[in-house]
Structure formats: structure tokens, C-alpha cells
């Protein structure tokens, strides 16, 4: 009988390495990237307060400049929470009916309390990792597969991965489709509820994580608009 789908349940992987353990190259790129998104935004809102500053020294200007920053930022950082509440419960129901409701084989997801990658020095020289795996739902697509590793909690939420998966099952999906309508009497109705379950708890997450960073820089125009304002002599005297 064909199939629509296959679960690979999660799992902990445990290996013995005998050398030293460097980061993988994804991580430092995401921490750069993030450090270079937090300084422009502090660069950015510096320049302008320093182009009022230098075009026109008048305290009644930096105060309303700094008053509408702290006003877009708070209100940006209201705005964002509200959507990142509701993509993240969008994203928990989706988990939940995917996991009691869509799926005829217990599944285990991965404790919370778990670290998805910890390392433990045996010896000098030598080292134990251990690598927590999330599920993976694999797509049959007549000869081709679609392996799909479903996020379980925010330390999952990665923008870059999210978005490749996103694309991946969209441009997949009408093969997916067409392969389905071939068998209907038999997978079409779980494979399409598994299709668009598993893409719903991937926009849901990658959204939040979006509006999360809506949320960050909400907080950063807020703090810039603050600073500006009541470091005004410091500012003053570096300036002029």
C-alpha cells in the first residue's frame, strides 16, 4: 500500500570524538548576524540624534525627538507581543492536534528541560557529545522524498531554517498534490491533514520568531530615545 508520509520519531545521539570541538560555522554566522542587527540599530538612531544635535543645538528638540522615539518603540514593542502571542499559541495547537489528533503512532518530542546539544570532557583529549533530535515528518513525493524536521519549542525557532522549509514545502506542494489525487481512496485525507499541519506550525513559528524581532527593536528605539534625552549634556559637550 503506498504511503503519503513516514514519522522518524526523535532521539538522542551520543558520540565519543577525540579532539577538541569547534562550533559549527551556522552558529557564529547567527551570532554575528545578530550583533551586527543590534548595532545598526543603535547606530542608526545615534546619527540622527547627533544630526539634530549638530544642526540644531536646542534641548526642546532632543526632548520631542527622543519622546517620539520612546513612543514608536513602545508601541512598536505592544504591536509585536500581541502577534507574537498569537502565532505562538497558533503554533502550540498546531502541535497539538498534529501530534493527538493527525498521527496513528505515538510520537516523542524532546523535554524542554533537554539541551539540544551538551558536551561532557571524558579525558584530556577526549569528549562526549550528545545531540537531541527533533521528530521529522518525510514526505513521499512519488521517487523523491521531503524530510521535514518539526520545531517542538522556541529554541527550535531559527529564521534561516524555518524559511528554507517553507520554501521547500512550497514548491513541493503541488507534486505532493498530484501525487496524493493518484492514491485518494487510500492517503488522501491524512496526507493533506499532515501537509498542511506541519506548514502552519512552520509559519506559525517562524512569524514569532519575525515579530519577536519586532519586539527587540521596539525596545532598542525605546532605550536610544531615553538615553538621548537624559545623557543630553554629556551629548552636549562631546558634540560642541
Not at 68 to 89: M, Q, W
Amino acid at each position: 500500500m503506498k504511503q503519503a508520509y513516514y514519522i522518524i520519531n526523535s532521539k538522542l545521539l551520543v558520540t565519543n570524538i577525540n579532539h577538541h570541538i569547534n562550533k559549527p560555522l551556522l552558529f557564529w554566522i547567527r551570532k554575528i548576524l545578530w550583533f551586527f542587527f543590534v548595532i545598526t540599530i543603535f547606530i542608526c538612531t545615534g546619527l540622527i540624534f547627533y544630526v539634530i544635535l549638530y544642526s540644531d543645538n536646542n534641548l526642546f528638540n532632543v526632548i520631542s525627538l527622543g519622546a517620539v522615539f520612546a513612543t514608536f518603540g513602545s508601541t512598536l514593542v505592544s504591536i509585536a507581543s500581541l502577534l507574537c502571542n498569537r502565532y505562538y499559541e497558533e503554533f502550540n495547537s498546531c502541535i497539538n492536534i498534529f501530534k493527538n489528533e493527525l498521527l496513528t503512532q505515538e510520537i516523542n518530542f524532546n523535554w524542554i528541560f533537554l539541551k539540544k546539544q551538551g558536551v561532557v570532557r571524558k579525558s584530556q583529549n577526549e569528549y562526549i557529545i550528545y545531540h537531541a533530535d527533533n521528530p521529522k515528518v518525510v514526505f513521499e513525493i512519488g521517487s523523491v522524498n521531503l524530510s521535514i524536521e518539526i520545531p517542538v519549542e522556541k529554541k527550535d525557532f531559527y529564521e534561516l531554517a524555518l524559511l528554507k522549509k517553507i520554501f521547500k514545502m512550497k514548491i513541493a506542494k503541488q507534486t505532493y498534490l498530484v501525487y496524493l489525487l493518484n492514491y485518494a481512496d487510500s492517503i488522501m485525507e491524512s496526507g493533506l491533514y499532515i501537509w498542511e499541519c506541519t506548514y502552519h506550525i512552520l509559519c506559525s513559528a517562524f512569524f514569532y520568531k519575525i515579530y519577536r524581532n519586532f519586539i527587540i527593536t521596539g525596545v532598542m528605539f525605546f532605550i536610544s530615545g531615553l538615553v538621548a534625552v537624559f545623557l543630553y549634556p554629556v551629548i552636549m559637550q562631546g558634540c560642541f
